[in-house]
């Protein structure tokens, strides 16, 4: 994801925060406020409470990776905010609650969703510590 779709500065997130509307489930809250740009943006807030920095940009990657394979319409501002049991779920389970709730705002059609092309045998299933293979090095290259 460019750095033109990215949300980064502190009056972005608080447009959003403070404009926008919200959906929720177990994973993932969404905030999205419509913008007058001609691309949406996104912004993914990991709070410390997940865990250190290390963690956090882990799920802040596999949010993006989630977002990429989306077909978003119309120009929004989206935050995405996680929530502690996204720790436990899998890229899978991430992807199903981005989805779904970008889906219960009305921002992407049911038919929109492109599959992924992640290979999803690199992503841990139960640890948030990754180990390397010679496949998941591929993808990553």
């Given amino acids: 994801m460019g750095k033109k779709y990215r949300l980064t500065s502190k009056s972005d997130f608080s447009n959003v925060y403070n404009g926008g509307f919200s959906r929720a489930n177990r994973l993932l809250v969404l905030k999205a406020l419509p913008n007058s740009l001609s691309e949406s943006r996104f912004g ?47 890229f899978q389970d991430i ?8 889906k219960k705002s009305g921002i992407i059609e049911e038919s929109e969703v492109i599959p ?10 139960e640890s948030v510590r990754v180990k390397s293979s010679p496949a998941c090095l591929a993808v990553l290259v």
């Fill in 44 to 90: 993914f807030s990991v709070s410390r409470r997940i865990g250190n920095a290390v963690v956090r940009n882990r799920v802040k990657r596999l949010l993006r990776e989630c977002v990429r394979s989306q077909l978003v319409k119309g120009s929004w501002d989206i935050v995405f905010i996680a929530r502690k049991p996204v720790l436990s779920a899998t």
């Fill in 116 to 125: 992924s092309t992640i290979n999803s045998s690199c992503i841990p299933r």
């Fill in 95 to 102: 992807r199903q609650s981005v989805s779904i709730l970008l």
